[in-house]
T-cell receptor
Framework: SAVISQKPSRDICQRGTSLTIQCQVD?????MFWYRQQPGQSLTLIAT?????????ESGFVIDKFPISRPNLTFSTLTVSNMSPEDSSIYLC??????????FGSGTQLSVL | QQPVQSPQAVILREGEDAVINCSSS?????VHWYRQKHGEAPVFLMI?????EQKGHEKISASFNEKKQQSSLYLTASQLSYSGTYFC?????????FGTGTRLQVFP
């Protein structure tokens, strides 16, 4: 199993600014994922962040907008850059310890004014 | 390639049964089921790794028809605690692609 600490839990930001979300895991994990969940919608994968390699972004998401760092096997950050109201969402980090279940952080609720 | 779930929403009385379907236009490699309560992170329910597999988790069970690229989640004798949004997921490689979701509400 894995316990994930995600910070901040919520934030209200002004358009044009950036926010960095942190994800700390209590054990070493190879696979880490960042998801976005807009209100009332499903979870959409932003990128896969594996340690020692560049993050792999899904269609519709680019590194300039969502830069990701993965400095070691227990930590990752996602930055939401140059924010607009359309970026208002819940952002979740997730880890997999194998090919079974994923564990999720508690999420970051972002509101952009 | 996002799996499509049906129905989109279900309203039940306690004790009633429900079936949630998950269908994919692409191959389903392994099917995951999660439940998410409002304001919380998704919680893993079960995984089906191969066609024909069926699994049970208390009064919640699932089946996986690999040929039809479908999976179904069965909730029997529903309880208030079953309320939430249910997501299936397809995991063709490392990443998990979530389905469109089914909102389930159970009333006394």
């Amino acid at each position: 199993s894995a316990v994930i600490s995600q910070k901040p839990s919520r934030d209200i930001c002004q358009r044009g600014t950036s926010l960095t979300i942190q994800c700390q895991v209590d054990s070493q994990v190879t696979m880490m994922f960042w998801y976005r969940q807009q209100p009332g919608q499903s979870l959409t994968l932003i990128a896969t962040a594996n340690q020692g390699s560049e993050a792999t972004y899904e269609s519709g998401f680019v590194i300039d907008k969502f830069p990701i760092s993965r400095p070691n096997l227990t930590f990752s950050t996602l930055t939401v850059s140059n924010m607009s109201p359309e970026d208002s969402s819940i952002y979740l980090c997730s880890v997999a310890t194998g090919y079974e279940k994923l564990f999720f952080g508690s999420g970051t609720q972002l509101s952009v004014l | 390639q996002q799996p499509v779930q049906s129905p989109q929403a279900v309203i039940l009385r306690e004790g009633e049964d429900a079936v949630i379907n998950c269908s994919s236009s692409k191959a389903l490699y392994s099917v995951h089921w999660y439940r998410q309560k409002h304001g919380e992170a998704p919680v893993f329910l079960m995984i089906l790794l191969k066609g024909g597999e069926q699994k049970g988790h208390e009064k919640i069970s699932a089946s996986f028809n690999e040929k039809k690229q479908q999976s179904s989640l069965y909730l029997t004798a529903s309880q208030l605690s079953y309320s939430g949004t249910y997501f299936c997921g397809n995991r063709p490689d490392d990443k998990l692609i979530f389905g469109t979701g089914t909102r389930l509400q159970v009333f006394p």
